[in-house]
Structures are given as C-alpha cells and as structure tokens.
C-alpha cells in the first residue's frame, strides 16, 4: 500500500472479523484502518468513526488497538473508539442488506442499530456508541483526535459539523484524517473544504477512493471558519476542485473527481462544461478500468449529463419567459 511515510502491508495477517463484518468496506480499506491502529496509533487523541453503518470500520479500529502496543493504563480513556452512527436504513443502506441477505427486515427508515451492537460486540468494551444524527452531538473540547475517519460527510450539514467539532481537536503532525469515497461521485463540498484546508495538511496518499491526510500544522481560526460555512465563491471552489484532480493518481480517480468539477462549472459557463465533458470522455477511453471503476465513472458521467441538462431546461425556460 503506497502510502507516504506508512508501512502498513496489505497482506498483512489480520485478524478474521476484520475482514469479515459486514460492511462496504474493500479489504484494502480495512487493511489499512487496521494496520494504521496496530502501528501508529499512540493513544494521545480519540479515534473518531463517522457513518459506522454495520460497524466494519469500529472492528478494524477496536482490533487493531487490541494488537497496538498501547498501554491502555497509559492512556486518557479505556474506550479510545467513538463511533457515530445514524441507525436509520436510507435506500443505499437497504439495498446493500438486501442484495447481501443480511437481515429479514430492510425497508428504509428501519433502524439497524441491533445488528450494529452485534457486529461490534468483540469491540464493545473499547468504544462508545453514539446513535443518532451526529451533527446532535457536541464533542468535548477537551479531547483530541488523533484519527478521524469521515465516512459520513454527505451533506453541507455533516462537513460544517465536522469541520467545526473534530478539525479543532486534531493534532499537528500526529492526527490522521481518512476521506472515504474522496474520489467519488458525491457532493463537491468535502473536497472543496479539505483541499482549502489542505496547505496545514500533508497528503499520504489514496488507497481506492480514499484519500489519506496527516496533519502538518494548526490550522488557522480563520481558516476554519471559511470552510465551516463554505464562504467560497464558484471560482475558487473550481479552483480547489482541480486541485482535487490534480492530486488523484488513478486515471478512473481523475476522470470521476473531473465529473464532479464539471457540475460546478456547468452552473457558470454551460459551452465551456460541455467541452470539457467531451475532453473528459475522450481521456478516459485510454483507461482501461476494472467492472467496478467503470460504474464509478458512468455513475459520475450520468450526474454530470444530468447537471448540464438541468442548467440547458432552466437557461431555455428563462428564455421562454423574456419572449
Ligand atoms: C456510506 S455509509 C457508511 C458505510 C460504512 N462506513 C461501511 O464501510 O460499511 C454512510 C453511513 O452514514 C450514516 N449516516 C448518514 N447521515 C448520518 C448522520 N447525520 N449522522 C450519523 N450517521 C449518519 C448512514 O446511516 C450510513 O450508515
């Protein structure tokens, strides 16, 4: 795993349930959760698991701070792991117990956390379960954080939470932060705030379509504030979103991260978005990616067509109304 500054083999003898608990986890992922607990995690700070869902990511933690060398005497709390879980299936979540028989219940709105309590009950006694929208939660300033593992920043709503509660408590040139799904198709915010931010942070590198950050430096109050309201006008979001290409290595991570600019653009200079649609097109047919980067990409390339759609309706209805 090509990480820099981290040796964490993807080998690496894991134990079973980190590989085996239910999850959308890929094995490399979980690979990495653990091995980055087991070796570099020094019990200064909390380890914060943000969007748990069926509790793969808290076994990866809780069993590689089993396998650390940290005292546990040594140590602020016996219960390192806080692991922010919501409960309530959405259409993404039903359809993942659905398509692998999970449970007999899966209508979204159902509330899963019983099979969470399950899937963690070999990490119970090293982490607290906070059920529930996690923007309710106030952290305790006096805690530091010395993982944050965001895998939940799918909303405006959830970044500013965590950008205004965990970004403060982390600790320079110790705490990591791990941006699941950073190369995905999703909402253009968590990449536009980590990238703003990025001049404090040093980037490790990608392990799929996570992005992997240490903290270099405290990062400024003002700093903070800019990216806790997102006060940041369309060029400067295009600005740190090509940045956000720039950093992906993997043509599929580039060609998605592309898409999801493109939707910004689209809103300012539909001809000039339209061209680079092609442009990102023709590239990417030199790629020649696995089953599973290919959906990633359509994915991606249908919400980019479906934006320019958008924008070309509502520019032809404006046009309507004035004749
Ligand atoms: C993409 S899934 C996480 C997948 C999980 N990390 C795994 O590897 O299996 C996102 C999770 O975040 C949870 N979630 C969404 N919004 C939330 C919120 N506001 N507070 C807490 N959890 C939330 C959802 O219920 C869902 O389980």
Same mark, same amino acid.
């Given at each position: ?39 570099? =995690? ?94 309710? =939660? ?64 040093? =980037? ?79 590239? =990417? ?39």
């Amino acid at each position: 795993m090509a990480l820099e500054g981290l040796e964490i083999s993807v080998e690496a003898d894991v134990p079973r349930q980190v590989l085996n608990t239910p999850g959308m986890l890929a094995p490399h992922d979980r690979n990495f959760l653990y091995g980055l607990t087991k070796d570099y =995690y020094t019990g200064e700070g909390r380890i914060v698991d943000t969007g748990v869902f069926l509790g793969a990511s808290t076994v990866c933690f809780g069993s590689g701070f089993i396998h650390s060398s940290v005292d546990t005497n040594s140590i602020a709390t016996t219960r390192p792991i806080e692991a922010f879980e919501l409960g309530l299936l959405n259409r993404g979540t039903a359809k993942f117990l659905h398509r692998k028989g999970i449970s007999s219940y899966h209508e979204v709105g159902d509330c899963f956390l019983d099979l969470l309590r399950n899937n963690t009950a070999p990490v119970a006694s090293y982490m607290n379960l906070n059920a529930g929208d996690i923007c309710n =939660y106030v952290w305790n300033t006096t805690h530091a954080i010395e993982i944050l593992f965001l895998d939940v920043v799918n909303s405006m709503k959830t970044n500013k939470h965590v950008i205004d509660d965990y970004f403060p408590q982390l600790l320079p040139e110790k705490s990591f932060v791990i941006q699941k799904n950073y190369f995905v198709d999703s909402i253009p915010h968590t990449r536009v705030t980590q990238e703003f931010l990025a001049g404090c942070f040093e =980037y490790l590198g990608g392990i799929n379509s996570t992005a992997v950050f240490k903290l270099k430096s405290e990062i400024p109050r003002s700093d903070l504030n800019k990216a806790k309201n997102y006060n940041f006008c369309v060029e400067e979001e295009l600005d740190l979103l090509s940045r956000c290409i720039d950093r992906a290595m993997d043509p599929v991570d580039k060609c998605v991260s592309a898409f999801v600019r493109l939707k910004v653009l689209v809103n300012i200079d539909r001809a000039k978005a339209k061209s680079e649609f092609d442009s990102i097109v023709k590239s =990417y047919l030199h790629c020649n990616p696995t089953c599973c980067a290919s959906n990633r990409v359509a994915a991606a390339r249908i919400s980019a067509e479906k934006a320019m759609t958008t924008v070309a309706v509502s520019e032809m209805q404006s046009r309507i109304v004035e004749i």
